[in-house]
């Protein structure tokens, strides 16, 4: 499918009422548009001052692009049409489709036949504003929008019309190429899209506001190709506020959450997610201005004591990390600041130099030590309406000449977003400086793309389609992932509960005793541990509930427990949660999770990430865990995973307990069709 006439269109066909004419013409022209936009209206009547064509047939050569501004059916017919005459592409401006599902069923299928009447013609929506392109001074919306043409810069996609009509009004200074509306994403996606832009080298990175992934192999696509040309994709996912799948029953879905498999696919994918639309924006622009944050490890510089802790407090929590000065720091700042400063990092470098500005950038040149990977230059300027920001210049121009003189990365942050003036942060952007609207989005900001991310290029295993599922009792489940390499107790299962002593006999004391077909035992009455004789067992038997018993060896020497489960994601496909594990699990929310297959490298890494992992290594002096053991243990759930991928909904280790020599999965909960 080629966009590359939908988007750079010399000629424009607007099919609908005068209002929307008008309203396309004027974002056209205020965009800079030099091409050619004619109405389409049945009645020929002029819109805005134009006599409108009275079909699409009368249009003068081909059309590149239309806006399709008609009621859902009609719609149809104009796309069919606009098809027939090889146009370049469409904008399906209407509502009433696979959106408004839940209130007219009908929606769906008027979707599916308006991608069959476009065929192999693009089309942006249904329910979509549009695109603007201001690199090439051209673009289709039907509303006001802020951007201005520029000659190198971000492509921001949203499937929110409403949310990139408000990115446009930014006044961050960040240059925006493109803002693009995918709406429903019917035919033409977001990672359609963005895989196209990719071939446009004016494009320094892409920012996406994502609701959902859709063809997942698409995002891989996308991934890999951005990855080769070494250009930033930054996300704004919606979604964490939703539930747990409620189909689930184990704690593995409770404790990873619905978000889960979304942000392991990122991660996976090598994608960088903002929490929240100014920190997006504020990574866009770090992104544009620098491609990549080496490290962790930064500088802060202002002229105020109170801006240092301020500094301090939003890295607090964070990867970030202000190493202490070197030798070569505190040489050049001492020279630059005199004695009376006392030296630091971060740096209250007082007012002393203040207007002079050769003295502060020598200073700001010296706190940029070639290990450090970004250098922030707090300062809020003064607001334009009301006072006069003539004293600040002197900011401006050290920054720009102490990034001149040693090529290295800096960010003038305002600590009030609002006090950071556009044509400032253009000036300085301009001439290689970087510019943040507000101290902690922008350290949030730096946080995240400094962070090293799983990446991996496996392709995710689908989620495959809709099952019915059973749970297999326990006994069932177990000696299923025996076959996979995985350890669990010796033990069996008795219908008779008289012959249970002699079952535990045999296998040998201290036991368990399980009731069957539970998934939750703990609160159902149906489990009891440490078993250490043949008059525990006749004392504690009676007093669980009814059903078939399991008899197994207790597990001696355990360090710690963790969770190992996998629940399938319909959206991302295979979900493995790690995570503490025990019956306070949920409580603790101590959890990482990654999409199958994983490799044992980002396992390793995950395992690693969770709170309680410093007792898998011997805190505090105590017995290390057989961490190997809980490799393997992992590596043969994936595998069992990968080889019912068809059947399985879910599958769940808890507890998988560590000990110096084993990793053995002491309950099993497997659910599948």
């Given at each position: 499918m080629n966009l590359t006439r939908l988007f750079k269109p010399k000629t424009i066909a607007v099919v609908g009422g005068g209002a929307w004419c008008e309203s396309i013409m004027s974002a056209a022209h205020q965009i800079g548009y030099e091409g050619t936009i004619l109405p389409v209206h049945p009645s020929g009547k002029k819109i805005a001052g134009v006599k409108s064509l009275k079909s699409l047939d009368a249009f003068p050569g081909l059309i590149d692009a239309a806006f399709v501004g008609v009621n859902r059916h009609a719609t149809l017919d104009i796309v069919t049409q606009l098809q027939t005459l090889n146009a370049g592409g469409a904008t399906c401006f209407a509502s009433g489709f696979s959106e408004a599902a839940a209130e007219d069923a009908s929606g769906v299928s008027l979707q599916k036949k308006l991608v069959k009447a476009a065929g192999e013609m693009p089309i942006l929506g249904p329910n979509c504003y549009g695109f603007l392109n201001a690199f090439d001074k051209c673009g289709i919306w039907p509303d006001q929008h802020g951007c201005r043409e520029v000659d190198q810069g971000v492509a921001i996609l949203t499937q929110s019309s409403n949310i990139a009509i408000n990115i446009t009004m930014q006044n961050r200074g960040l240059p925006i190429g493109y803002v693009i509306a995918c709406g429903n994403q019917a035919q033409t996606s977001q990672a359609d899209v963005a895989i196209h832009l990719l071939n446009d080298p004016r494009i320094t990175s892409i920012g996406l506001h994502i609701e959902g992934f859709g063809d997942l192999r698409k995002w891989e696509s996308l991934a890999h190709k951005a990855h080769q040309k070494k250009i930033s994709i930054i996300v704004l996912k919606s979604g964490k506020s939703l539930q747990a799948q409620s189909a689930a029953i184990s704690h593995t879905a409770t404790v990873a959450g619905s978000d889960a498999g979304a942000q392991a696919f990122l991660d996976r994918l090598g994608v960088r997610r903002a929490d929240s639309l100014p920190v997006f924006l504020e990574m866009l622009k770090l992104s544009h201005q620098f491609g990549t944050i080496k490290s962790n490890q930064i500088a802060s510089i202002s002229?105020?004591?109170?801006?240092?802790?301020?500094?301090?407090?939003?890295?607090?929590?964070?990867?970030?990390?202000?190493?202490?000065?070197?030798?070569?720091?505190?040489?050049?700042?001492?020279?630059?600041?005199?004695?009376?400063?006392?030296?630091?990092?971060?740096?209250?470098?007082?007012?002393?130099?203040?207007?002079?500005?050769?003295?502060?950038?020598?200073?700001?040149?010296?706190?940029?030590?070639?290990?450090?990977?970004?250098?922030?230059?707090?300062?809020?300027?003064?607001?334009?309406?009301?006072?006069?920001?003539?004293?600040?210049?002197?900011?401006?121009?050290?920054?720009?000449?102490?990034?001149?003189?040693?090529?290295?990365?800096?960010?003038?942050?305002?600590?009030?977003?609002?006090?950071?003036?556009?044509?400032?942060?253009?000036?300085?952007?301009?001439?290689?400086?970087?510019?943040?609207?507000?101290?902690?989005?922008?350290?949030?900001?730096?946080?995240?793309?400094?962070?090293?991310?799983?990446?991996?290029?496996?392709?995710?295993?689908?989620?495959?389609?809709?099952?019915?599922?059973?749970?297999?009792d326990e006994y069932t489940a177990k000696q299923e992932l025996t076959r996979y390499g995985v350890s669990v107790p010796h033990g069996n299962v008795v219908s008779d509960r008289t012959k249970a002593v002699q079952i535990a006999t045999e296998l040998g004391f201290p036991v368990a005793a399980k009731i069957m077909g539970l998934a939750h035992k703990t609160g159902a009455n149906g489990i009891a541990l440490g078993l250490n004789s043949p008059n525990d067992i006749e004392d504690i038997l009676p007093k669980l509930v009814s059903g078939d018993v399991l008899i197994e060896n207790m597990i001696v020497g355990s360090i710690t427990e963790l969770l190992v489960g996998v629940t399938r994601d319909p959206a991302h496909g295979f979900v493995m949660t790690l995570a503490a594990g025990g019956t306070t699990t949920e409580l603790l929310g101590d959890s990482a999770s990654l999409l199958l297959p994983a490799k044992r490298s980002n396992v390793i890494i995950a395992l690693n990430s969770l709170k309680m992992a410093p007792l898998l290594h011997g805190y505090r002096d105590k017995k290390k865990v057989d961490f190997n053991a809980i490799l393997d243990s992992i590596d043969g759930i994936q595998a069992y995973v990968l080889a019912n991928v068809d059947s399985l909904e879910e599958i769940e280790i808890n507890p998988l307990i560590c000990t110096p020599k084993a990793a053995i999965a002491a309950d099993a909960l497997i659910r599948k069709s």
């Amino acid at each position: 499918m080629n966009l590359t006439r939908l988007f750079k269109p010399k000629t424009i066909a607007v099919v609908g009422g005068g209002a929307w004419c008008e309203s396309i013409m004027s974002a056209a022209h205020q965009i800079g548009y030099e091409g050619t936009i004619l109405p389409v209206h049945p009645s020929g009547k002029k819109i805005a001052g134009v006599k409108s064509l009275k079909s699409l047939d009368a249009f003068p050569g081909l059309i590149d692009a239309a806006f399709v501004g008609v009621n859902r059916h009609a719609t149809l017919d104009i796309v069919t049409q606009l098809q027939t005459l090889n146009a370049g592409g469409a904008t399906c401006f209407a509502s009433g489709f696979s959106e408004a599902a839940a209130e007219d069923a009908s929606g769906v299928s008027l979707q599916k036949k308006l991608v069959k009447a476009a065929g192999e013609m693009p089309i942006l929506g249904p329910n979509c504003y549009g695109f603007l392109n201001a690199f090439d001074k051209c673009g289709i919306w039907p509303d006001q929008h802020g951007c201005r043409e520029v000659d190198q810069g971000v492509a921001i996609l949203t499937q929110s019309s409403n949310i990139a009509i408000n990115i446009t009004m930014q006044n961050r200074g960040l240059p925006i190429g493109y803002v693009i509306a995918c709406g429903n994403q019917a035919q033409t996606s977001q990672a359609d899209v963005a895989i196209h832009l990719l071939n446009d080298p004016r494009i320094t990175s892409i920012g996406l506001h994502i609701e959902g992934f859709g063809d997942l192999r698409k995002w891989e696509s996308l991934a890999h190709k951005a990855h080769q040309k070494k250009i930033s994709i930054i996300v704004l996912k919606s979604g964490k506020s939703l539930q747990a799948q409620s189909a689930a029953i184990s704690h593995t879905a409770t404790v990873a959450g619905s978000d889960a498999g979304a942000q392991a696919f990122l991660d996976r994918l090598g994608v960088r997610r903002a929490d929240s639309l100014p920190v997006f924006l504020e990574m866009l622009k770090l992104s544009h201005q620098f491609g990549t944050i080496k490290s962790n490890q930064i500088a802060s510089i202002s002229c105020s004591g109170g801006e240092a802790a301020l500094a301090a407090d939003a890295a607090y929590g964070t990867s970030l990390k202000f190493p202490p000065l070197t030798t070569l720091q505190r040489k050049g700042l001492r020279k630059a600041l005199g004695p009376m400063v006392a030296l630091a990092n971060p740096l209250d470098y007082h007012t002393y130099i203040w207007r002079d500005e050769p003295k502060m950038t020598a200073a700001w040149a010296a706190m940029a030590d070639p290990t450090i990977a970004l250098t922030l230059l707090i300062s809020d300027y003064p607001r334009s309406d009301i006072c006069s920001q003539k004293d600040w210049n002197c900011v401006t121009g050290a920054a720009i000449a102490a990034a001149k003189e040693t090529g290295r990365p800096y960010v003038v942050v305002a600590s009030l977003g609002e006090l950071m003036p556009e044509n400032v942060a253009k000036k300085l952007m301009s001439n290689g400086v970087a510019a943040a609207n507000g101290l902690d989005h922008c350290i949030q900001a730096v946080n995240i793309l400094t962070q090293d991310l799983p990446r991996d290029e496996t392709p995710v295993s689908l989620p495959g389609l809709e099952r019915t599922s059973h749970i297999l009792d326990e006994y069932t489940a177990k000696q299923e992932l025996t076959r996979y390499g995985v350890s669990v107790p010796h033990g069996n299962v008795v219908s008779d509960r008289t012959k249970a002593v002699q079952i535990a006999t045999e296998l040998g004391f201290p036991v368990a005793a399980k009731i069957m077909g539970l998934a939750h035992k703990t609160g159902a009455n149906g489990i009891a541990l440490g078993l250490n004789s043949p008059n525990d067992i006749e004392d504690i038997l009676p007093k669980l509930v009814s059903g078939d018993v399991l008899i197994e060896n207790m597990i001696v020497g355990s360090i710690t427990e963790l969770l190992v489960g996998v629940t399938r994601d319909p959206a991302h496909g295979f979900v493995m949660t790690l995570a503490a594990g025990g019956t306070t699990t949920e409580l603790l929310g101590d959890s990482a999770s990654l999409l199958l297959p994983a490799k044992r490298s980002n396992v390793i890494i995950a395992l690693n990430s969770l709170k309680m992992a410093p007792l898998l290594h011997g805190y505090r002096d105590k017995k290390k865990v057989d961490f190997n053991a809980i490799l393997d243990s992992i590596d043969g759930i994936q595998a069992y995973v990968l080889a019912n991928v068809d059947s399985l909904e879910e599958i769940e280790i808890n507890p998988l307990i560590c000990t110096p020599k084993a990793a053995i999965a002491a309950d099993a909960l497997i659910r599948k069709s």
